[in-house]
């Protein structure tokens, strides 16, 4: 820090602003996702077609939300995350896929519907 303010003084008040302006797009996001949450109704699926228009990070957020409405625990990672967002972008009436949650569910997507259902309990320990 002390060499990019050698170039500029003014960088830490820059930067400054920057953290405040990303912390209010994501407060914003947040909100969004839970807004757009309530209107759909979104408790047991979730329209694609609905989320088709979100930026990536505002679709992420809801579909996170709408994950943890179902799943408990400290399952739900970024990553788990990442995979339903793949799953909810791929093109048109795409054929039947899933993403595993922990435990013995499952997201589904079912044509324009994503939905969790329950899977049958996995034998042998955990499924690599």
Same mark, same amino acid.
């Given at each position: ?24 797009? #994501? ?7 839970? =807004?757009? $949450?309530?209107?759909?109704? +979104?408790?047991? @699926? /979730? !329209? ?30 970024? #990553? ?7 799953? =909810?972008? $791929?093109?048109?009436?795409? +054929?039947?896929? @899933? /993403? !595993? ?28």
């Amino acid at each position: 820090m002390p060499a990019l303010l050698d170039v500029n003084a003014d960088a830490g008040t820059a930067i400054v602003r920057a953290a405040e302006r990303s912390r209010g797009m #994501r407060t914003a996001t947040m909100a969004l996702a839970e =807004a757009l $949450l309530e209107a759909w109704g +979104a408790e047991g @699926s /979730v !329209d694609v077609r609905m989320l088709a228009p979100l930026p990536p990070p505002a679709r992420q957020e809801l579909l996170a939300r709408w994950l943890r409405r179902s799943v408990t625990g400290r399952g739900l990672t970024s #990553r788990i995350v990442l995979a339903v967002d793949r799953l =909810a972008v $791929l093109p048109g009436r795409s +054929a039947c896929a @899933s /993403v !595993d949650l922990p435990g013995t569910t499952c997201v589904r997507r079912d044509g324009y519907h994503l939905s969790i259902v329950a899977t049958a309990p996995r034998h042998g320990g955990p499924h690599p």
